[in-house]
């Protein structure tokens, strides 16, 4: 086991001559920005067959669940968790799964080493790094396998918007953007795709020895996927490459249907705003025609819970609860992810509405009615915003900062004097230019819930 | 201990009534001794449907140990013929780790006939024999089972110190995992959170 700084072996340890050249062109284009970061797929061979049975798993089952039932896995992985995990083992016996405690993202802060399963090795584990929303970072035990198993809910998500995957030798399968001032940034190949080029790069200009010169190394790469979040997505609007992607993929944050349909509209291209978390990968795929989020992961079961722990009524909202998932490292049982949304049921397939990142906030207006974040993420959704945050003072007022272009912050502005009335006072700012990569709460306020 | 068993009382009782038969000297190869372990054993597991695990022997070598791991074998025996036992079907693998494993370490510390005549050690033999098979007596919770079972048996107070111990250094060395440089480049995902 290495403990140094890890060599190229160890990042690529299937790596071919195609590859090779890969990577040659990803870090020497003459347009290439400074990369300032390694990573690798870290995929030996067996890992490599492990990857693509994975794969064909989960682009054969079906997810899902009888309704107001549980998967027919639940009971053995409950088993399994109770007997190998730490955290789990301690739990008393419980009659019915709905007994079981819940853990939230506190818990696995506090110590994440309860929550690797005992027979894990450790030789080859690696870290997800999440700052959240709390502010509070949170190491995440994970391993190449998990993270190479991303791509498999990926291809069943743009399976649903009929869009499937050929990249391969010598071409670019995916750019993952960002915009920030400092951004983790790497080339790399990957292996289940015949070493098919992965960039992530940051848009920000510093990067760059000329800002020209990100137009041009993405019309280069002419990558199948484009990836990232609605920050470096507003930027790639401004930069405009001619590029032919077959799909986007926005993760992070909420993709709002105005930049969605900007990026629709220049791209050409299915855009798909996907529920992720670090703690359990990708969750959940927006898909229009359902106006909800489907659930990709075959071994994910979904509740939703009030503050006390018991399921709210189909199509109530509540806090989405989480257990099963693929990253075996850190198997979750009854995981409140702090996110919300309703449950509901189209076809016998589970379907999350309204999925809103954090609890519902309320608003007061001026003439005493109270409205919910809700009703202002209604009003803001036609706009081409990157991202947003309202937050009500004591005085009543509120502070409303935004990011994107300066017409469409004027028309939030207008939306929300609308929403709140003609005497609300609306202090309105766009967000500093570039805001690192913290996420900033979207609704807060300073009165309490029971103000409400 | 999630499964709820046979009451203690019960269970004491049985013990308390054990048979001379099951209290004598265990038969071994140079022919000292009276009773086959080894058939017993086979039969109790027949009654639990369980077959006898292959390579696996209760005729002892005729070492003082082996004597004494055979007699206290013999002795849970007896008890798990116990009707309610049965019917609380225990696991095939627990109940050979008790005979074997369990009856070794009992051994360690009393001989067979002191955990038949002396009450607290009646109790820790049922305490510990229903805990090894996955059981706490009826009507008591996992904490008040697990309170009493390790405050009665020093081979149990031995083996939670064990094992918090190996708990402490495996969480360490995850800790050490995660912090490894290796660990903190991550590897590559199609998207990222």
């Known amino acids: ?452 | 201990m999630n499964q709820e068993g046979p009451s203690l009382e019960h269970l004491l009782r049985r013990l308390a009534e054990t048979p001379s038969d099951f209290l004598a000297e265990p038969w071994t190869r140079s022919g000292r001794g009276n009773v086959h372990v080894h058939a017993v054993v086979g039969d109790v597991l027949a009654c639990h449907e369980c077959g006898m695990p292959p390579g696996e022997s209760w005729i002892p070598d005729g070492s003082g140990p082996s004597v004494r791991t055979a007699g206290v074998a013999l002795l849970i025996c007896w008890l798990l013929a116990d009707p309610e036992l049965i019917r609380a079907k225990p696991a095939g693998p627990a109940l050979i780790a008790l005979l074997t494993d369990g009856a070794a370490e009992l051994a360690g510390q009393n001989a067979a006939a002191k955990y038949c005549t002396d009450p607290e050690r009646r109790e820790e033999l049922v305490r510990f024999a229903l805990g090894r098979l996955g059981f706490r007596p009826a009507g008591e919770t996992v904490a008040q089972a697990t309170d009493r079972l390790t405050a009665l048996s020093s081979i149990e107070r031995n083996r939670v110190l064990i094992a918090s111990r190996k708990a402490e250094e495996r969480a360490r060395a995850i800790r050490e995992a995660l912090a490894r440089k290796a660990a903190q480049e991550s590897a590559d995902k199609y998207t990222r959170e």
């Open chain 1, 1 to 452: 086991m290495s403990t140094g700084e890890p060599n190229d072996q160890e990042r690529y340890p299937l790596l071919g001559e195609a590859g090779r050249r890969m990577l040659d062109f990803l870090r020497e284009h003459p347009d290439a920005p400074v990369y300032r970061n390694h990573s690798g797929n870290r995929l030996d061979a067996e890992d490599l067959a492990y990857v693509r049975r994975e794969e064909a798993a989960v682009l054969s089952s079906t997810v899902g669940w009888p309704r107001g039932g549980h998967p027919d896995w639940l009971g053995d992985f409950v088993d399994d968790c109770c007997k190998e995990v730490p955290h789990y083992a301690a739990y008393a016996p419980a009659a019915r799964f709905e007994e079981l405690p819940t853990i939230s993202r506190a818990d696995l802060g506090r110590d994440i080493a309860a929550f690797v399963p005992d027979p894990v090795p450790l030789d080859r584990m690696i870290n997800f790094q999440t700052s959240g929303t709390t502010g509070h970072p949170l190491l995440l035990a994970s391993h190449p396998r998990v993270a190479a198993g991303y791509l498999a809910y990926h291809k069943r998500a743009l399976r649903r918007f009929g869009v499937s995957l050929t990249a391969g030798r010598g071409d670019v399968g995916v750019v993952l953007l960002g915009h920030q001032l400092t951004c983790f940034t790497y080339v790399s190949v990957t292996p289940s795709m015949d070493e098919a080029g992965l960039a992530k790069i940051n848009l920000h200009p510093a990067e760059w020895r000329s800002p020209a010169d990100r137009a041009a190394y993405l019309e280069a790469l002419a990558p199948e996927v484009i990836a990232g979040d609605p920050i470096s997505f507003t930027e790639l609007l401004l930069i405009t490459p001619k590029l032919r992607p077959k799909a986007i993929l926005s993760t992070s944050m909420t993709l709002l249907p105005g930049l969605r349909g900007e990026l629709e509209k220049t791209y050409d291209c299915p855009v798909l705003d996907l529920y992720s978390l670090n703690e359990a990968g990708p969750v959940a795929v927006f898909d229009p025609a359902l106006d909800g989020h489907v659930l990709l992961q075959p071994r994910m079961f979904v509740e939703i819970l009030d503050d006390n722990d018991h399921s709210v009524p189909h199509g109530k909202r509540g806090e989405i609860t989480l257990t099963g998932g693929f990253n075996f490292c850190l198997p979750l049982l009854r995981y409140r992810t702090g996110d919300f949304a309703a449950l509901d049921f189209v076809g016998g397939e589970p379907v999350l509405r309204g999925l809103e990142g954090r609890p519902l906030v309320r608003f007061r207006r001026p003439d005493g009615e109270w409205l919910n974040n809700i009703d202002v993420t209604h009003v803001l959704r036609p706009l081409p915003l990157a991202r947003f945050s309202l937050h009500q003072r004591k005085d009543g007022g509120f502070d409303f900062s935004a990011e994107g272009p300066a017409a469409a912050i004027r028309s939030a502005h207008e939306a929300l004097a609308g929403l709140f009335g003609p005497t609300a006072r609306i202090d309105t700012r766009p967000f500093p230019p570039v805001a690192g990569s913290a996420k900033v709460p979207q609704y807060s306020s300073a009165f309490a819930v029971s103000d409400a």
